[in-house]
């Protein structure tokens, strides 16, 4: 259902052990096939400094000749009853086209902040790495070399908070995004990975991997291709939102977040991002 809905299936992310239990799916089962879903996952964050537990809602989908019939309604009922009491809200992102469907089940649409590195921060940075020696900054990882990517691997599962709002549990939901290594790459000298995507002259720094703290300007600064942007998949922790330009972001053409909880308005008030490969 996922493959036809969606096009993708989970079958890899099982079988290479990267699902580990926050992901819970409700479904309804007819004739041994799957015929609705909505997908519960655990979401545990650390947001400026404070644990919160937070279920985000995902997955949600019906084959084609059983919708409008209520199934999806009775799943996304059953889900808020169950985990409403238990965590620090329940929000998810939903589909541009099932917008009035998430409004009825007493969803309210919420707007996050997306940063961008200010442009005469990047010009000194650039331009600092011209006179500076300099060093290999990120290399992007090879798919195939499997010691590459267990220190990915162990990386992801040890390493710290380098924003102002990250997932704690991110192993899961960031293997299921970077497993290839496609956009993985990794700077020696400062120890660090970085996820990243280069769309023309704008990059896009999506994820940092560290064991150890490390500036948003160190991890820029070996960043060894040129660029007229740069933004951030994440939110940049407090002591470094001066190198950025924060922007309120509705989810484009993509999605719009959708927040049962008073806690959650703290996403808008605190200018905070969900982390690109925090999205289920």
């Given at each position: 259902?996922?493959?036809?809905?969606?096009?993708?299936?989970?079958?890899?992310?099982?079988?290479?052990?990267?699902?580990?239990?926050?992901?819970?799916?409700?479904s309804?089962?007819?004739?041994?096939?799957?015929?609705?879903?909505?997908?519960?996952?655990?979401?545990?964050?650390?947001?400026?400094?404070?644990?919160?537990?937070?279920?985000?809602?995902?997955?949600?989908?019906?084959?084609?000749?059983?919708?409008?019939?209520?199934?999806?309604?009775?799943?996304?009922?059953?889900?808020?009853?169950?985990?409403?009491?238990?965590?620090?809200?329940?929000?998810?992102?939903?589909?541009?086209?099932?917008?009035?469907?998430?409004?009825?089940?007493?969803?309210?649409?919420?707007?996050?902040?997306?940063?961008?590195?200010?442009?005469?921060?990047?010009?000194?940075?650039?331009?600092?790495?011209?006179?500076?020696?300099?060093?290999?900054?990120f290399?992007?990882?090879?798919?195939?070399?499997?010691?590459?990517?267990?220190?990915?691997?162990?990386?992801?599962?040890?390493?710290?908070?380098n924003?102002?709002?990250?997932?704690?549990?991110?192993?899961?939901?960031q293997?299921?995004?970077?497993?290839?290594?496609?956009?993985?790459y990794?700077?020696?000298?400062?120890?660090?990975?970085?996820?990243?995507?280069?769309?023309?002259?704008?990059?896009?720094?999506?994820?940092?991997?560290?064991?150890?703290?490390?500036?948003?300007?160190?991890?820029?600064?070996?960043?060894?291709?040129?660029?007229?942007?740069l933004?951030?998949?994440?939110?940049?922790?407090?002591?470094?939102?001066?190198?950025f330009?924060?922007?309120?972001?509705?989810?484009?053409?993509?999605?719009?977040?959708?927040?049962?909880?008073?806690?959650?308005e703290?996403?808008?008030?605190?200018?905070?991002?969900?982390?690109?490969?925090?999205?289920?």
């Open positions: 259902l996922t493959e036809k809905t969606f096009g993708f299936n989970f079958e890899g992310w099982v079988t290479n052990g990267y699902f580990e239990g926050d992901y819970i799916p409700y309804f089962e007819e004739d041994g096939k799957i015929i609705c879903n909505v997908s519960a996952n655990r979401m545990h964050f650390i947001q400026n400094g404070v644990k919160r537990f937070y279920i985000q809602i995902g997955t949600v989908m019906t084959t084609e000749e059983r919708r409008n019939q209520g199934l999806a309604r009775k799943l996304m009922e059953h889900v808020l009853e169950e985990y409403e009491d238990k965590c620090d809200g329940i929000y998810l992102f939903g589909d541009l086209s099932a917008l009035d469907f998430y409004r009825k089940l007493g969803f309210e649409e919420r707007m996050q902040y997306r940063y961008r590195l200010k442009d005469n921060v990047r010009t000194d940075i650039q331009e600092r790495n011209l006179t500076e020696e300099n060093s290999n900054g290399v992007k990882l090879d798919s195939a070399d499997e010691k590459s990517k267990e220190a990915y691997c162990e990386a992801v599962r040890n390493s710290v908070a924003g102002a709002f990250e997932q704690e549990n991110k192993y899961g939901l293997m299921f995004y970077t497993s290839n290594l496609e956009n993985v990794y700077a020696k000298d400062i120890d660090c990975f970085a996820i990243m995507e280069q769309d023309g002259d704008t990059i896009t720094l999506h994820s940092v991997i560290s064991k150890k703290s490390i500036s948003l300007e160190k991890v820029i600064s070996e960043i060894n291709v040129s660029y007229k942007e933004k951030l998949g994440f939110t940049p922790r407090e002591d470094e939102t001066v190198l330009e924060a922007a309120l972001f509705d989810g484009g053409d993509d999605y719009r977040l959708f927040c049962r909880g008073t806690r959650l703290s996403i808008e008030k605190e200018k905070l991002y969900f982390p690109t490969f925090s999205h289920a």
